[in-house]
């Protein structure tokens, strides 16, 4: 299968690459893959919305953007933040234009929110499941575009690069080019190659990496594996946002229910075992401190008292306005037989977001030619240390434009240029191999990946959690190695499947995040080590 563009993810960022490529070239043929239904992504679970200055009377850019570097403790690229504070406002009008709605006040201006480290009310969002809202809008654009298909269901397995047509590649190799990707395809079963000339990776985040995540069960970090299988780069991954409050439900680990921060933007306060509103004694902006400081005053609320939960008190709020703003979070406390009126929320924090991964110029390019990175998935250096509340989906809106505005000079360059694409092949010529699996067999025992998948959430929780120290990574590595030998000497011979290819990302990622949390000796935003609690010199990035 040949295709001119290629986008793998159907969250934010894939979508809106996809409707603006569609767009601006209707006789090109845009392909986006999805591993599972089309709206199953990160996006369709956003609640609390998305940042940017709408009221600039009391808000402005700059207070946007140093409430940004100030979550990001140090290691933001300011440059960066100013693009996505700045160009955030036009995309949202856009995504307005292409049919999401934002709730509005009584006056017919927007509600807006807050969240923790914001410093004014800036957050839009459709009652608390915002994502839904705009993965809807985005998805009923899309199909009304007819050069654009979707190709749900379909598994990839690996970008192609020179390395599949017989050339050696290394970390060193100059200009690696993408041709396109090996894809699983779980209707027929067949593993197909797809090659394009522009590939777009929207593959989202990789919560699913820890026991207890907010994430759904297709955040297995695939792109960010891919491209360090290819030799690509990857940066900051020590930075995993763990979320302060995610409900707490005995049992229930895999994709835990998210209580949104705008519930404490609206007034809920956080209380220990003994009704004690702790967070006073952790930092003077309370309840709405960034992140990082939240969940770890919460980790340390349930170590002290030995609990596995705290509450977020919303006893005192209306009824009426809680069930306005927030229906989905009040439906669902009251069919676990919590009336919010009268009891508190468990809560436990449970890992979230990824503030690194695959590493991005300003325009969205990996440092695999022919290839861009947006949303989760991408380091674009807008986070730093700690990502901000409601900045993702704006990221994600704003690379996926810049994407697009590169690949569109990118095509311009390759009319005027008489060679390939390639110096090695044509894209979609019949040199790309089929994918090889001569010799492998259909998987005789399950047990062996479902177990390794399990020993790998305990052990990221456990010892590569909200906080570390020395002896912890050092396990944690002793561990991943074990399960990396013993899962690669099951892929040579079994046929491939999701569930080994998730293991197998999934063991990647957490490499990528123990060897970065081992280089990164401080404390700093969410990568809190004991063995270092201060903040070193070290501005820099962690790039492997
Ligand atoms: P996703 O939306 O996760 O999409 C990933 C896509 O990649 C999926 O279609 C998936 O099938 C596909 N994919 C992955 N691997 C493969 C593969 N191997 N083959 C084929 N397809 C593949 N951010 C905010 O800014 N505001 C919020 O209020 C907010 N709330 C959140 C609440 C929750 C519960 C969660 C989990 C996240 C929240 N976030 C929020 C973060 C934000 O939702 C995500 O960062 C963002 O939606 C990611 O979008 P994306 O397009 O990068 O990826
Ligand atoms: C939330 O609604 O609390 C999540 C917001 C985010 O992750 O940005």
Not at 370 to 389: D, I, K, M, Q, V
Request: charged share 25%.
């Amino acid at each position: 299968m040949q295709t001119d563009f290629l986008v793998i993810g159907s969250g934010i960022a894939g979508l809106t690459y996809a409707l603006k490529v569609a767009n601006a070239y209707p006789d090109k043929t845009i392909t986006v893959i999805t591993k599972t239904q089309s709206d199953e992504t990160n996006t369709k679970y956003a609640q609390g919305g998305i940042a940017a200055v709408m009221d600039f009377d009391k808000d402005s850019f700059n207070k946007h953007i140093e409430d940004t570097l100030i979550a990001g403790d140090g290691l933001c690229n300011r440059e960066v933040v100013e693009i996505v504070v700045k160009e955030g406002v036009e995309r949202i009008q856009e995504i307005i234009e292409w049919g999401a709605q934002f709730d509005k006040d009584r006056d017919g201006e927007f509600s807006l929110g807050r969240e923790g480290g914001h410093s004014e009310f800036r957050i839009l969002h459709h009652k608390d499941v915002t994502g839904k809202e705009m993965e809807r809008a985005l998805l009923e654009t899309i199909n009304r575009l007819p050069n654009i298909r979707i190709l749900s269901h379909c598994f990839v397995l690996d970008i192609i690069t020179q390395h599949h047509v017989g050339f050696l590649v290394t970390k060193s190799t100059p200009d690696i080019e993408c041709y396109g990707v090996y894809v699983l395809n779980l209707n027929s079963q067949k593993i197909e190659k797809i090659s394009s000339n522009l590939t777009l990776l929207a593959t989202g985040g990789n919560g699913q990496v820890y026991r207890t995540t907010t994430n759904p069960a297709i955040a297995t970090g695939d792109g960010v594996a891919m491209v360090y299988r290819a030799k690509g780069r990857i940066e900051n991954m020590e930075f995993i946002q763990f979320h302060p409050t995610a409900l707490y439900e005995p049992g229930v680990r895999g994709h835990s229910f998210l209580i949104t921060e705008a519930v404490r933007g609206d007034g809920g306060i956080l209380r220990n075992q003994d009704g004690e509103a702790f967070m006073e004694r952790y930092d003077e902006r309370k309840d709405l401190a960034p992140r990082d400081i939240v969940a770890r005053a919460i980790d340390n609320e349930m170590k002290v008292n030995g609990t596995e939960h705290v509450y977020l008190d919303c006893r005192h709020f209306s009824k009426e306005k809680f069930i306005e703003h927030f229906p989905n979070i009040y439906e669902k406390c009251l069919s676990i037989g919590i009336d919010i009126q009268q009891q508190m929320i468990p809560v436990a924090p449970a890992a979230h977001y990824s503030c690194g991964g695959i590493k991005t110029d300003e325009w969205g390019r990996t440092s695999i030619k022919n290839l861009y990175a947006a949303g989760e998935c991408a380091s674009t250096g807008l986070h730093g240390a700690n990502r901000l509340a409601s900045n993702s989906l704006l990221e994600a809106m704003v690379f996926a434009h810049r994407a697009y505005q590169h690949s569109v000079i990118a095509i311009n360059e390759s009319k005027q240029s008489t060679s390939s694409f390639s110096k090695y092949l044509k894209v979609g010529s019949a040199e790309i191999p089929n994918w090889k699996s001569e010799g492998t067999n259909v998987p005789k025992e399950m047990i062996l990946i479902t177990q390794s998948v399990k020993e790998l959430k305990l052990l990221m929780s456990d010892y590569v959690g909200i906080v570390r120290n020395n002896e912890r990574l050092f396990r944690a590595m002793k561990r991943i190695d074990l399960l990396y030998e013993e899962t690669e000497a099951l892929y040579e011979k079994t046929s491939v499947s999701p569930q080994l290819c998730e293991l197998r990302n999934m063991i990647t990622v957490a490499y990528l995040i123990v060897k970065c949390a081992d280089f990164r000796q401080e404390s700093r935003g969410l990568h809190f080590n004991t063995d270092y609690p201060s903040r070193s010199e070290m501005t820099q990035n962690i790039v492997l």
